[in-house]
């Protein structure tokens, strides 16, 4: 069970072989607990190292039969509470990058007192001893599993605290304004310098404005964040594969001339310029007696219902069959956002005005030869992220956690706005701004479930 107050321990690099690994102690025995593993080769003991300072030194183990040895050297680095990314004392020690080796120091150091930590342990501690928000701390975990560059980029931005700055700004004018109304309630006959009614209608304002130009960011930061669950579908042999392969960037699925060899539903991540693409290539809609393809196209309809953005790919050298015509009709229905990619445009492109004239956005590209790739990213970031944020510089909201609190936020202070405007008694609008304050205070994690936060963390590596 996750306990503040005893002291953790883990390996925080990946496990495997490496020039270099990681152990990181947290808590208050931290200092005690690695003196008893790590002896300076100065002679003094780790206690009497001066905060953020490395030092060389023997690292000890227990070797077989429990006797204890010298297992490698390597540098300690001590760091005092509260200037620590824990916040906590914390002790990192570096020693050679072998399994065994590393597996034996943290025995070590679990023998000298300290606990295994739980996956996450590391920035919960610093989430709930102040040293970050929520917010950033779920960026922080987006940074170490970003898989292209945009969302590193975000990611890296949203651990910078803006958010969260963001978050106390408006939860600081909810308080005022609410702190204002009581004052008025409670002492009706002292001249307090309290807010007017318009005072409080445009402070509220402020904070509706504020919340709205954050609730649109999400759309971007799901895009990239998230990523854009993403169906290629379109009749056999006509590049569907070959245009998935364009998109990831290297051979991921098999691309034969030989229709139905594409069976599974594969999924990759990848970036289409700066969206994120969760990337299902799927089977061929089409009818076959193979049982096994047939499981695959149960499952390809089954994505492609799902999906936010649907790549239906034809071959624009020939006209469309009666599958296709079918096809364009269904798509017609679907809920997410549809792209005719008309194919093989180097073949000709005898077929490319019908499909055009059919679907709201159509790019013509050659898959094979990568010809109007780029018309495609365009058409596919137009569609999906804002050209106007920055992500390195502006406040974006990443996650439908986020989306989902600031959302509430936003209805409740609308709502308080909608009572002043009705010319209601002006503590009718108090319930309303306290929802608020509780919606940004979930926001920003200084309120918030001890389950959500359990899930949150649980998403992390153990040693982070
Ligand atoms: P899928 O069955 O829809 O996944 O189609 P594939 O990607 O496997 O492609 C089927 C055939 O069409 C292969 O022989 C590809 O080389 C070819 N093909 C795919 N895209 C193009 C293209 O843009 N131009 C030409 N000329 N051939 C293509």
Same mark, same amino acid.
Request: proline content about 2%.
């Given at each position: ?250 051979? =991921?699925?098999? +691309?034969? &001339? %030989?229709?139905?060899?594409? @069976?599974?539903?594969?999924? !990759?991540?990848? /970036? #289409? ?33 799902? =999906?936010?953005? +649907?790549? &239906? %790919?034809?071959?624009?050298? @020939?006209?469309?069959?009666? !599958?296709?015509? /079918? #096809? ?33 956005? =159509?790019?013509?590209?050659? &898959? ?53 405007? &009705? ?42």
């Amino acid at each position: 069970m996750m306990m503040l107050g005893d002291t953790i321990a883990a390996i925080s690099t990946p496990r495997g072989k490496g020039g270099v690994a990681l152990l990181r102690v947290s808590g208050p025995r931290a200092v005690e607990i690695c003196e008893r593993v790590f002896l300076p080769a100065s002679g003094k003991g780790l206690s009497e190292v001066p905060a953020r300072t490395s030092v060389y030194g023997a690292i000890l183990g227990n070797g077989v039969d429990g006797v204890r040895e010298t297992v490698d050297d390597g540098l300690a680095t001590v760091f005092r509470e509260p200037a620590s990314f824990t916040g906590e004392d914390t002790v990192e020690i570096c020693c050679h990058g072998g399994i065994l080796l590393t597996e034996t120091v943290l025995t070590s150091l679990i023998s000298a007192g300290a606990r295994a930590a739980e996956a996450g342990e590391f920035t919960r501690r610093a989430f709930v001893n102040g040293k970050m928000g929520l917010s950033s701390a779920e960026a922080l975990g987006n940074l170490l599993e970003a898989q292209t560059h945009e969302q590193m980029r975000l990611a890296h931005a949203g651990t910078n605290g803006k958010l969260e700055e963001a978050c106390r700004e408006i939860y600081e004018t909810l308080r005022d304004v609410l702190a204002s109304i009581y004052v008025k309630i409670d002492y009706p006959d002292e001249d307090l310098a309290d807010m007017s009614r318009a005072e409080i209608d445009a402070a509220l304002g402020g904070c509706e404005e504020k919340l709205k130009a954050l609730c649109a960011t999400y759309r971007t930061g799901h895009a990239i964040a998230e990523g854009i669950s993403t169906v290629i579908c379109g009749r056999p042999n006509v590049g569907k594969s070959s245009l998935y392969n364009r998109i990831v960037g290297r051979d =991921a699925a098999i +691309v034969t &001339a %030989v229709e139905g060899t594409t @069976r599974d539903v594969l999924c !990759e991540t990848a /970036a #289409l310029g700066r969206v994120t693409l969760r990337l299902f290539d799927t089977a061929g809609l089409h009818d076959t007696a193979d049982p096994v393809e047939q499981i695959g196209i149960a499952r390809a309809r089954e994505a492609l219902d799902r =999906a936010e953005l +649907v790549l &239906a %790919v034809f071959d624009g050298s @020939r006209q469309p069959d009666d !599958e296709e015509l /079918a #096809l364009i009709e269904e798509l017609r229905e679907h809920a997410g956002t549809v792209i005719a990619v008309i194919n093989k445009s180097d073949l000709g492109e005898a077929a490319a005005d019908f499909y055009r004239s059919k679907f709201a956005h =159509a790019v013509t590209l050659s &898959a094979e030869r990568g010809e109007g790739m780029d018309a495609l990213t365009d058409l596919t970031e137009t569609l999906f992220v804002r050209g106007d944020i920055d992500v390195r510089r502006d406040v974006v909201l990443s996650n439908a956690r986020q989306n989902g609190a600031a959302l509430a936020a936003l209805e409740a202070v609308g709502s308080a706005r909608g009572a002043l405007a &009705a010319g209601l008694p002006i503590e009718l609008c108090c319930s309303d701004a306290e929802c608020a304050m509780e919606a940004i205070a979930q926001l920003d994690g200084r309120s918030i479930s001890e389950d959500i936060v359990a899930q949150i963390f649980s998403h992390f590596c153990v040693g982070k």
